[in-house]
């Protein structure tokens, strides 16, 4: 499996986002030149449920949506076990065996 994620996997993402209010969750937050809008990253807290052949992955995100990120994307990372810890509601809850 690419990069050794597994479905079940929780990974974060550090996403870069820009909007006129950055909210609480906003890091490394920067003003735009003319000050109209802020750039700032919000770290995503996902879970991995299904590896594709081509080096892919199917992630799932807290409110249902899904995503398809490359396994070898440098924002993407596996979740360290503290986060795992205090972030625990913010990950997407592991789906029952059907």
Same mark, same amino acid.
Do not use: C
């Given at each position: 499996? /690419?990069? *050794? ?5 929780? +990974? ?7 909007? $006129?209010? !950055? ?9 735009? /030149?003319? *000050? ?5 990253? +919000? ?7 299904? $590896?594709? !052949? ?45």
């Amino acid at each position: 499996m /690419p990069a *050794g994620f597994q479905p079940g996997d929780v +990974v974060v993402y550090h996403k870069q986002k820009s909007s $006129v209010h !950055p909210g609480p969750h906003a890091k490394d937050i920067e003003p735009a /030149p003319h *000050g109209d809008s802020y750039s700032y990253f +919000v770290d995503k807290f996902w879970r991995v449920i299904d $590896v594709l !052949p081509d080096n892919t992955l199917v992630v799932l995100t807290r409110r249902g949506k899904q995503h398809i990120i490359r396994a070898d994307d440098p924002a993407l990372r596996r979740a360290y076990w503290w986060e795992r810890l205090l972030f625990w509601s913010r990950f997407p809850p592991r789906k029952s065996a059907e």
